[in-house]
């Protein structure tokens, strides 16, 4: 029987070493893109392709990941005395989303996160999130990864094209085109420098995985910059089956880097109701200056 998938895991244990000081004491995961945390972008992502099964990995440090989504029974009590009934709505929201924690306890890199999920996703294939890649909620990257699984029924990488002079900042892909944007895939490297890396197709912080990558994971050993790397595991898994990658051509944010996060910020800020006008007109004002 085709299986499809239910489940997403959200690695959120690490340092957030690009964002320090901010990051000292609070989650990189946390920090707000307008008015909502970067990983609640892709909590309602993974929802909005019914993956109502969802587990963080946490470590130290994270708790405010979970109360973020948590009653708050004092926040609700205040909105209701002023009245904000849409607020009191729009937060209760975060707190029906069934989300599960595991926490990673040593930062040993992308792939001993996932390694931690292994009681929870059992024999279930599964989606990965990392959610200082945003995409907008108006690309269907993740709908059509998970529609792709269920005829493929192998695990599947996003990628994307990126310029060479950064393909060092990613995992990077031979693929042989099979047909409309889908790779399969013939082997991973992580993190190469550009004259090492096999093409310009770079894995995205969105993956289709199958639970045989957690025997993989038990046995690996520490890669590039010494941490349990997920790309290592997946070439491994070639040497199983077959893995795919699905080209991205759409909208996406490295939110996990001071630039990309601020061009998330600007992008949302303009597609915001409430400030989109008055932020229009300072960035008007603000480039007007930088022209002369
Ligand atoms: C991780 C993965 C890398 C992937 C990237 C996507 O790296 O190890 O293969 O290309 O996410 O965002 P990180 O950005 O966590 O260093």
Redesign the pocket.
Known sequence: MKQGIKKAIFPAA?LGTRFLPATKASPKEMLPIVDKPMIQYGVEEALACNLTEILIITGRHKRTIEDHFDYSYELEASLKKSGKKKMIEEINRLNRINIAYIRQGYAL??GHAISRAKPFVRDEPFAVI?S??IIPPEETLLKDMVKLYKELQCPILALEQVPMSEIH????VDGVLEKNGVYRVRD?V??PDAADAPSDL????RYILTPDIFNILEGSKPG??G?I???DAIKKLLKTRQVYGYLFKGKRY?A?SKFGYLKATVDFALKNAEIAEPFKQYLFEVTRKLRQ
Request: no cysteine; charged share 30%; net charge negative.
């Open positions: 690490g890199g992308l990392l200082d890649d900042q990613y995992g990077v991973l992580e993190k770079a894995i995205l912080g590039r910059g941490e790397q997920l790309t490295d996990g």
